[in-house]
């Protein structure tokens, strides 16, 4: 199934179906069996990751033949240099999953320029799905509900409601949150906590820890499509297709 003649716009509902479909994978592993191993970083993996991994890359490749896939468990499919590039994390959270904590996400990110053009997030425990396209506004559904769109908010005079990692403390972090006035503090896992930015349930996410680009592309390209930026502490805006995937320190605005 070629489709070479696709524009790109036309990627983003196929792409919420495809993350539908890779979290009802996963959820038939949720609090039943899995087998787990360790990465070469003692980061987990299970047959969850892996299967919604080649799930999701088998239905890119029938969507997009002509452009390469680069996913946290099969970084082989790409590499970086290319000017168009998906960027996939099937199992965003999977300490969340493994401790039974319905706190995780299936990612999908198009990186276009070395910047995020797209973006779809879908939470299955939540059955929430939140997308969104720079030029094209961002929108979350819940359920079969409709999709609604979505938008940063300004912070409240009395301060700014901010999420952090849950599974990654960061003394970093608890040292930037000192120089900001905090008016609510929350804890989350995953690229939740992006999307909690976008759609305006908090107003700025802290991350000093380390992270790759499949963790943030999907929500780098949703929170632009709402209006917020993401940028290093120094306020550079995070690029994709480095060396290595690795991303430096970030930090997620809302207006």
């Not at 499949?214 to 993401?230: S, V």
């Amino acid at each position: 199934m070629l489709m070479h003649n696709m524009s790109l716009h036309e990627y983003l509902p196929s792409c919420c179906t495809i993350a539908r479909q890779a979290g009802a994978l996963i959820m038939r592993y949720f609090n039943s069996e899995f087998s787990t191993n360790h990465k070469e970083d003692n980061s987990p993996v299970t047959n969850a990751d892996t299967e919604a991994n080649a799930l999701i890359t088998k239905a890119l490749r029938e969507l997009a033949p002509h452009i390469p896939i680069i996913a946290e468990e099969d970084e082989v499919l790409g590499a970086s240099g290319h000017a168009l590039f998906w960027l996939v994390d099937p199992l965003d959270g999977t300490r969340s999953f493994v401790r039974g904590e319905p706190e995780f996400t299936v990612n999908i990110g198009l990186i276009k320029d070395g910047a995020p053009l797209l973006g779809v997030i879908y939470a299955p425990p939540q059955d929430m799905l939140y997308f969104g396209q720079v030029g094209v506004g961002a929108f979350r559904s819940h359920g079969s509900k409709e999709a609604e769109p979505i938008q940063v908010h300004r912070p409240a005079p009395e301060g700014m409601v901010v999420v952090r990692s849950k599974s990654h403390p960061s003394a970093k972090t608890e040292a930037f949150l000192e120089t900001i006035k905090v008016r609510e503090l929350i804890s989350g896992g995953s690229s939740i906590k992006i999307c909690m930015v976008a759609d305006g349930s908090a107003d700025i996410y802290p991350r000093f820890g380390r992270t790759m680009e499949w963790d943030t592309a999907a929500g780098h390209a949703i929170l632009n499509a709402a209006g917020g930026r993401l940028e290093t502490p120094e306020g550079t805006t995070l690029v994709y297709g480095k060396p290595g995937f690795e991303n430096p320190h970030f930090i997620a605005y809302g207006k």
